[in-house]
DNA sequence: ATTAGCACTCGAACTCTTGGAGTGCTAAAT
DNA sequence: ATTTAGCACTCCAAGAGTTCGAGTGCTAAT
């Protein structure tokens, strides 16, 4: 039974009279604020309505309500209506990022600092999934006996590099040989199709005794898989004891123990970025227990996409408290990834 | 005066009563644990006396006593026997670095974190100032038209590297006939003593128009220079929450605010470091008002050296509450400092 | 379907009380 | 000159009790 107008309208209001005041929010208050022309008794009938549907529940007995899961799900999926920012808004968020920044990672990070600083939350990045990337160039370059640079260009302009250990007694010229034999073979491969097996067969015809060269391109077969890892950011973890929601120590614990895991939160990042095709290509949303991660029940994930290429693409957002602006939020985040995009195509 | 032995003693035995229990401790309290063989009125004479020479302080009139940042700082320099740890904790320690890492970095990260979980403390790591440091290799190679990357191999065996932006009409052959000359010419040379002029002349005779080779020269310069910069890395915030001495939500959130600005934190460490030099080579201490970072009022900081080369050096440390097993987290930052030693050793 | 009225609930905030551990001081003992 | 016993005093922490107000659900009337 799909919610009747007002029943709407009373959940709208009680998730945005909750979220700016942090009390759970009764019938009288909902009246007070909100120009419902009927009588508080009334909007009690229709919260008790919605409590008996999941969207709304009450701490205990003779407090008000406060939106469940279901409640803030329901709100951002059909209830609210996500605003531009205002000009002064899209302004502090420009002058925050810097443009003069010329490696991309370090703008990604830039744009993921400002996220936090404007949302007030914990922001994080994910390096862009690079398995569809190619290689432009590969070259192993001697440091010092027994130890190499490996060196890759991809096709997203990204470089990634190294250092290996290899047999003391391997030369320069050795070393050339391989390197060009393995780039000669492998440009232009996708990452995820280079096995150790293609990297193996690049150097067939060598003639450099067979152990030696095993071990070589092991090592810079383990770096071509090292540059395909997950990488993720985190920003302004302590910004979470600002917020009421989190001023109680066992929380706040929680919550930070949590995500000083940062593989965890990476791999479960990457899970959801999976998971759901954002159907505009926007964001994403996880509300409270829909995060699997422990001590996350009362926070909210929101993610965006960012892309270094039309076919490579890495995430950026928010872990806020449940209870947030996610009209607001969502346009912060949505318009700080605008700008990064931007500011990425500008690099190439 | 210099304090007579009982006084001593008793100072010591407050210090290590309240860090274990956390609790201000009373006379009585002190004879019920040690073998004072004198009555509690006594040793309330002592501590009034110890008080009045500051070394102790009472929060409130009808409590016990707590050693005051003095009272530590005496604990430190002339109480306190710093003991070995057993082969148990030594073990524990040992199992936790991990042996198979192969680049001085991680090496160092992993350290860091062994640091912060066997004291359960936030501990921290400086990379090494390498201004002492000499080049041993430095190539500019072409990414992509527009684009370079300044690879720099120094003595430490540490290798950096920087993406840099020239002109898009740049050749190949230019960048190589740049790259080797400045090359020939700054090998051997330590960081500090390149300067833009020094970079400028090392590319005097070269046939290439000198707009173009002066912003090339820059970024090569700005790269080399970058690569002397403090990096500072911070692991196990979190765990500050589980202390009692930061359980109230205040104290903790102005402690992780500051240590969130890691270039600040940074920037102190270094100015320590510098401070003293370490006698015996092993540790530096800072505690509570000493330190003049907002928020870190009731800390300490220790940090001791570890080696890259003879003349290359970093910090490693830890901040945690003043009220520490001073003598037991001293020796757990020493072994572990040890064995980072150790095995930076075994990689060359 | 809506509303007024009413009895009931429950936590937050306050006050009050009590108990214990601690102190400093004084006067006697060593 | 130290050391000690004794005592009056202090003050916090913890628990118990009280009050207050915002909320609720239900019923009966509109």
Redesign the interface.
Known sequence: MPLDERKKQVLHAIVDDYVSTNDPVGSKALIERHNFNVSSATLRNDMAELEKLGYIEKPHTSAGRIPSDRGYREYVDSLMTVERLTDEEQEEIKSRIDTSI??VTDLIKNATQTLSETTGFVSLSMSPRLRKSFL??L?I?M??PG?A?V?M?LSA?V?K?????IPSYVTDEQIIKISSSIEKHLTGKPLDEITLITVESSVDNIEIPQPLLKQVIYEAYSAIKQADELNIYLE???RM??LPDF?T?GR??EL??T??DSSMVAGYVNEIAGDDTPNDGSYMIRIGQEITLNGLEDCSFITATYNLTDSISGNIGIIGPKRMEYSKVISQIDFVTTTLNENIKKLN
Do not use: F, N, P, W
């Open positions: 010329d490696e432009t160039q070259k370059l440091i010092e130890k640079l060196l260009v302009g470089v590099d190294k250092i290996v250990r302004g973890e302590h004891l600002e001023s120590m706040a614990r930070l123990g995500l000083s």
